[in-house]
């Protein structure tokens, strides 16, 4: 069966840089894409990184030009290189991987807090 599982959240000051991976059961290339999403206290759960079996990314502007996506198809891993961070990056980060006929797959999530 399916299995996602995030690693690499904690605590950072705000400016700090954290990377996060996801590791997958299975072959992350039989997906449509792999993705990261995060949802913050009281706020909607939201796209913060998506990568296509072709190679295209998206980033939201919030966090275009500081977040990163890449993956390794050979240790079936995702990852997301998030820089600069702010208290707003502070949210339960998700790895989400899309399979064919609409079937979604997600992790049980990192915490990630950006404080001083």
């Known amino acids: 069966q399916v299995q996602l599982v995030e690693s690499g959240g904690g605590l950072v000051q705000p400016g700090g840089s954290l990377r996060l991976s996801c590791a997958a059961s299975?072959?992350?290339?039989?997906?449509?894409?792999m993705g990261w999403y995060r949802q913050a206290p009281g706020r909607q759960r939201e796209l913060v990184a998506h990568?296509?079996?072709?190679?295209?990314?998206t980033y939201p502007d919030s966090v275009k030009g500081r977040f990163t996506i890449s993956r390794d198809n050979a240790k079936n891993t995702v990852f997301l290189q998030m820089n600069s961070l702010t208290p707003d990056d502070t949210a339960v980060y998700y790895c989400?991987?899309?399979?064919?006929?609409?079937?979604?797959?997600w992790g049980k999530g990192t915490q990630v807090t950006v404080s001083s």
């Open positions: 989400n991987a899309a399979g064919g006929y609409g079937l979604m797959y």
């Open positions: 299975g072959s992350i290339s039989s997906f449509n894409a």
């Open positions: 990568i296509t079996s072709g190679g295209s990314i």
